[in-house]
């Protein structure tokens, strides 16, 4: 798709609805791109959300009581509807630390517009609070930095249009620009861009990975989240790679009031 025509066929994330010619997925592994299955306790804040029991998104453990996740995941549903489920590799298999939760409350921005997905971000009041473990924790958010992340989640992968059933990863680079995005699409106060088509080798966020967390690597094995799944050009065969996330920094006042402060941990 030519970059002139964005504004005509922008095509956002829809949840329950799968997207059009599936090339490009997390972990990509039928156009040549490394396919990886995330180890346990690797990402232990990564949480998946569930539709009456069926994964529709990803999410990331904020503290003990509470889950950032995309509002438009959880747009106009209830609490009886939603559940979250934290220490999750296998869909269909128990992993160490497993455990589905039920929810209080769900907080969606109130400046959240569903047409755009501006200010796309939520929060989910757990019904109890986790115990945090090797295989269940929080993670902190930071700003954007470096050229180098990683995105995670139980997005679909290959041409069958289905959701992986096991947890995935796999980098992506930073963008040789987001100018491509028009005003009425892309704020960068509270979104940034990220992907690229040379490097990425096709990768990019596809349908069910709405909500999941972009990872900054501070070493080989902590990381901190700046960002979740927002929307992109689908993951078909588009010439636009970049995916627009939530830039979480933006959101400090507004998550610190709905969900309170964080722990302390510290970021190397």
């Known amino acids: ?7 005509v066929f922008l095509v956002f994330f829809t ?9 490009g997925r997390i972990s990509n592994g039928f156009n040549g791109a490394e396919n990886v299955a995330v180890t346990p306790g690797r990402y232990p804040f990564i949480v998946s959300v569930t539709l009456n029991d069926n994964h529709i998104c990803g999410g990331f453990i904020y503290n003990s009581r509470f889950i950032v996740t995309a509002a438009s995941c959880v747009y ?3 609490t009886s509807q939603i559940q979250v489920t934290v220490g999750q590799l296998s ?5 160490p630390g497993e455990s589905r939760l039920q929810l209080r409350d769900i907080i969606i921005h109130e400046a959240y517009d569903h047409a755009t997905r501006f200010n796309d971000i939520a929060m989910l009041e757990t019904s109890q609070a986790l115990e945090f473990g090797p295989y269940v924790n929080y993670t902190l958010y930071n700003a954007v930095s470096g050229s180098l992340a990683y995105i995670s989640g139980w997005g679909a992968f290959d041409e069958s249009k289905m959701l992986s059933t096991k ?3 796999a980098i992506v680079n930073s963008p040789n620009s987001c100018d491509l995005f028009p005003v009425d699409v892309f704020d960068q106060n509270t979104m940034f861009c990220w992907g690229q ?12 990975d709405e909500g999941s967390p972009f990872i900054i690597p501070t070493s080989s094995t902590t990381f901190y989240v700046a960002g979740i799944v927002s929307k992109n050009l689908g993951c078909g065969d588009s010439d636009i790679f970049e995916t627009i996330y939530t830039r979480l920094t933006a959101y400090y006042g507004w998550m610190t009031r709905t969900g309170g402060l964080q722990p302390s941990l510290a970021i190397e």
């Not at 798709?1 to 504004?7: G, I, W």
């Not at 949840?15 to 090339?23: A, D």
């Not at 869909?91 to 992993?95: C, M, Q, R, T």
Request: with cysteine; hydrophobic share 45%.
């Open 91 to 95: 869909l269909i298999l128990p992993d």
């Open 167 to 169: 947890l995935r990863e």
């Open 1 to 7: 798709m030519h970059p002139v025509l964005l504004l």
């Open 197 to 208: 088509s040379v490097l990425d080798a096709g990768v990019r966020p596809c349908q069910f």
């Open 15 to 23: 949840p329950v609805e799968p997207l059009g010619n599936p090339i």
């Open 76 to 78: 106009q549903k209830t």
